[in-house]
């Protein structure tokens, strides 16, 4: 008898429709900014450009600034001193660049200055693309890390959403957008080996994820660290002996030659070429950069961790105005934290501090490990990149918020734990997950209308395109999105119903073995 197909989980259908926002909103910026505009587009935009001549670029190649063949680019370098008119981008691994070659190739055949802008603008839709299936990839994050609160992932999907900047970055030519998917789907793949168990399957789709991961960006190389480190915990947790351990060490350590096989020649070039894997030392002097303290002080420098949070919000020419949003939901978050631990160690009857009760089975021992497993090799991930991170500012580097995006699945979990705990001052019901869907409902909704007035406002601080078939375009685009922004809307809405959510039949109660479920659905 076949087995009837599986339908997608009305949390995975909220999250694809908060992608499929973000991608509408970062498609019009990609419209309505002017070519070229945002820092490293044109170093990211050449590199395509030159590899699809068939030369792997260095920190030292010229941008093609031929003003006939490539007047944008001629544009755009006019002015500039000679490091800053060279690819210094060519430091990162080729893979996102190979996936651009067909959009240069289509400008080619397009020909001329019109070529060009096809091949600019099919780049930024490509990043924008990543930059929304990362909105998603961050809500399915949320839920390995807080199983049993099955809104947890709707609610960080809409949070990041709101964060203006990560639309914003998505629209602009960046290898950011599918750097991210790659390493998330990674440590997504690793979490769901944690809770489900080790198959060769899942081996091999999380280290095809850990290859691509290394091959767009060099930390990707962490999250293939991490990866490894979930299949030792994986085996380890559910049988602690010897020989599980040696094992799950020999599969770690396979995982980690995939890469090294695949994209290992281009770290051993960039440390040939450079001194070092990711070339940060020669960069910082072809720009002469001013160091800032050492590693050390960063890491214990609060201003880098508020930079760096207040930067998803207010990044580049975002108004400065949106640091508010930003610090409206970090003190959101702390007070939502601090009541929620209050209220688990004295609990009240009604109101916020109640002791929320999760129906459905308690945990078993071992699905109380295997959580606490994800949770501290996630914290394991987001300890190495903020050193990185660290590291890198201490050097001379800036921070932007495409820096912040790895650290967004324990920042929009947290902050949905946080809001369904505040939100129980305003909504309240004796079923506590009725009372969850009501508060994501609304949450969701405030940040989607949170970013849709953030997202006119930056729109004025950006120069639009003079030519009138672009202008057109990007009134096309901006209706799109509102039509999109509406239907999402109308959708969430609908969904985040008790009876379409599943709280009625709960069918998903009944857990497997390792704790999650095969069908997607998280414990109740």
């Known amino acids: 008898m076949p087995t009837p197909p599986r339908s997608l989980s009305q949390v995975t259908v909220c999250l694809l429709l908060l992608g499929v926002l973000g991608f509408a909103m970062s498609a019009q910026y990609a419209i309505g900014m002017p070519p070229l505009l945002k820092a490293d587009e044109k170093q990211h935009a050449a590199y395509a450009i030159v590899l699809s001549q068939g030369v792997l670029p260095t920190i030292d190649t010229n941008t093609p600034a031929d003003p006939v063949r490539y007047p944008q680019f001629a544009e755009a370098l006019f002015g500039l001193d000679e490091p800053r008119r060279d690819i210094w981008v060519a430091n990162h691994p080729p893979l996102f660049y190979v996936m651009s070659l067909p959009l240069v190739w289509l400008g080619d055949a397009v020909g001329g200055a019109a070529g060009v802008g096809v091949t600019l603008l099919g780049m930024r839709l490509l990043n924008a693309l990543g930059y929304a299936l990362s909105i998603i990839l961050v ?58 168990g080790v198959s060769r399957d899942r081996l091999i789709w999380a280290t095809v994820a850990g290859v691509a991961a290394a091959s767009f960006r060099s930390t990707g190389l962490v999250a293939v660290l991490v990866l490894g480190g979930c299949v030792l915990a994986a085996l380890w947790v559910r049988d602690p002996t010897l020989r599980t351990f040696r094992r799950g060490v020999l599969l770690a350590v396979r995982i980690g030659l995939a890469p090294v096989i695949v994209i290992g020649w281009f770290y051993v070039r960039n440390i040939v070429l450079y001194g070092d894997p990711t070339a940060s030392a020669a960069l910082f002097e072809k720009f002469s950069r001013q160091t800032h303290g050492d590693t050390l002080f960063q890491l214990v420098n609060p201003e880098l961790y508020l930079h760096l949070y207040g930067s998803l919000w207010a990044d580049d020419v975002i108004p400065k105005i949106w640091i508010v949003a930003a610090a409206a939901t970090l003190v959101v978050t702390v007070t939502g934290m601090v009541l929620d631990a209050n209220a688990k160690a004295r609990p ?29 090799l996630m914290g394991v991930y987001c300890v190495i990149i903020i050193v990185n991170l660290a590291s890198f500012h201490a050097g001379g580097g800036w921070i932007h918020a495409r820096y912040a995006v790895p650290f967004l699945p324990v920042i929009a979990a947290l902050t949905s734990l946080a809001v369904l705990r505040v939100g129980r001052r305003w909504v309240r019901g004796a079923d506590e997950e009725r009372v969850d869907l009501r508060i994501t409902l609304y949450a969701a909704v405030g940040f989607i209308v949170s970013a849709t007035v953030g997202h006119l406002h930056i729109q004025q601080r950006i120069d639009g395109p003079a030519d009138a078939s672009w202008l057109f375009a990007l009134i096309a685009a901006d209706l799109v999105m509102f039509v999109v922004a509406a239907y999402v809307t109308a959708q969430l809405r609908r969904r985040l119903r008790p009876d379409v959510f599943g709280l009625m039949t709960r069918p998903e109660a009944k857990s497997s073995p390792a704790g999650h479920l095969a069908t997607g659905h998280a414990l109740p």
């Open 139 to 196: 809500g399915l994050l949320a839920r390995e890390l807080v199983p049993r609160r099955r809104v947890v992932p709707v609610l960080a999907g809409a949070m990041v959403l709101g964060c203006g900047a990560v639309t914003y970055d998505g629209g602009a030519i960046y290898n950011d957008g599918w750097g991210t998917v790659a390493a998330s789907l990674t440590l997504l793949l690793g979490f769901r080996m944690v809770r489900e």
């Open 348 to 376: 009240r009857p009604d109101g916020v501090m109640r002791r929320v009760v999760i129906p459905g089975p308690e945990p078993t021992l071992l699905e109380r490990r295997l959580e606490l497993a994800v949770r501290v």
